[in-house]
Structure formats: structure tokens, C-alpha cells
């Protein structure tokens, strides 16, 4: 009986989207020792992968933006440094998304860190640019 419940459970649970809010109740329940679903850990990195869409969109925006200015004035280490930084944890969840297939509990724990990970440094990078001091254009 237990089992066709299970099955049922997950025949619902994939019609119903994956959220971040879905992601945090499984990594709670690994860590609480409580079996998972292959099918919800496949899910918990998928929402990983999509994560990673508008970091990459946004940073983007960001170093378009920032090479725009860096024509003009040099720019500021700090700025440079947020960027590469960001880019290096999008590459890390990059990384992690290509080499999915572990289909364990930690592969989840490990998805959902590089996404956070990947959007604290995207904002960082971000308000990084927007707050640094630029030198005044030199006169021509």
C-alpha cells in the first residue's frame, strides 16, 4: 500500500513545478535521513540548471555595461575582480549541471549551493559596478 501511495505521490509531484522553496524541503529531508525519489533529485537539479539562465543574463547586462565604461575611464579593480568572480561561480554551477547524473542527496545539496552562490555573486558584481568610484573621463 505504501508503494502505490509513493507512486502516486510522485505521479502528482510531476505535474506541480519545482521551486527553490521545493529544493530547501528536499535538502531538509536528506538531511533528516528521509528517502528520496530519483525523480526529485533530477528535479532539484534542473531548477539548479534554470537558475543559471538569468545569472548568466544579468551578468552579461553587467559586463556589457562595464566594457562600455572601460573604453572611457579605466575601471576599478573591485569591479573587475566582482565580475570575474561572478562568472567563476557560474562556471562552477555550470560545471555542476554538466557533470549531473550523481543521483544522491548531496548532488542536490551541491546544486543548490552553486545557485546561491552563482546569484550572491551576480548581485555582488552588480552593486560592486553600480558603487565604484570612477575616474573622470580624460579630456581629449
Known sequence: MTNILQEIEQD???F?????ADVVALIA????????????VDKAIKWAEAEARPIVAT???IEG?????GTVVPLP???TAAIAAANVAVA???????????????AVVN????????????????????QATFPAPKAA
Open 111 to 130: 546544486a543548490y549551493i552553486a545557485a546561491k552562490s552563482a546569484q550572491a555573486a551576480s548581485a555582488n558584481a552588480a552593486v560592486t559596478a553600480t
Open 65 to 69: 555595461l562595464i566594457a562600455q565604461i
Open 59 to 61: 551578468i552579461q547586462q
Open 77 to 79: 579593480p573591485e569591479v
Open 29 to 40: 529531508d536528506i538531511r533528516k535521513g528521509v528517502t528520496i525519489f530519483e525523480a526529485d
Open 92 to 106: 562552477a554551477l555550470n560545471e555542476l549541471a554538466a557533470s549531473a547524473g550523481q543521483n544522491d542527496g548531496q
Open 16 to 20: 506541480i513545478a519545482f521551486t527553490e
Open 12 to 14: 502528482v509531484s510531476n
